[in-house]
């Protein structure tokens, strides 16, 4: 079991509204909406994003990291760790 299990309706509902935001924006498209009202709910679907990401990466870090080290793996769970820290700044 992941350690973002006992999260996971809590992150699925997150989940859930930044769907929703997005079909939001899709409908606001169609509509011809002003460019600012768009772009303000891409912010805000990014931060909702973010917000997600780094809830699972402290139940990674919490769970799948500390495990690894306390059972002697630590390195490569660390070097898996920061390889996603690193993808994720690319953005």
């Known amino acids: 079991m992941h350690g973002y299990q006992k999260d996971a309706e809590d992150l699925l509902n997150r989940l859930r509204k930044v769907e929703g935001q997005v079909r939001g924006i ?10 600012v009202d768009i ?24 769970g799948c990291v500390v495990d690894a080290i306390q059972g002697g793996g630590g390195d490569e ?5 920061m390889h996603v820290i690193r993808a994720s700044m690319k953005g």
């Open 26 to 35: 899709q409908k606001m498209i169609q509509e011809d909406r002003y460019c």
């Open 39 to 62: 772009l303000t709910q891409f912010s805000s679907i990014k931060s909702a994003l973010a917000k997600i990401e780094l809830a699972l990466l402290e139940s990674h870090t919490r």
């Open 77 to 81: 769970k660390i070097d898996e760790l």
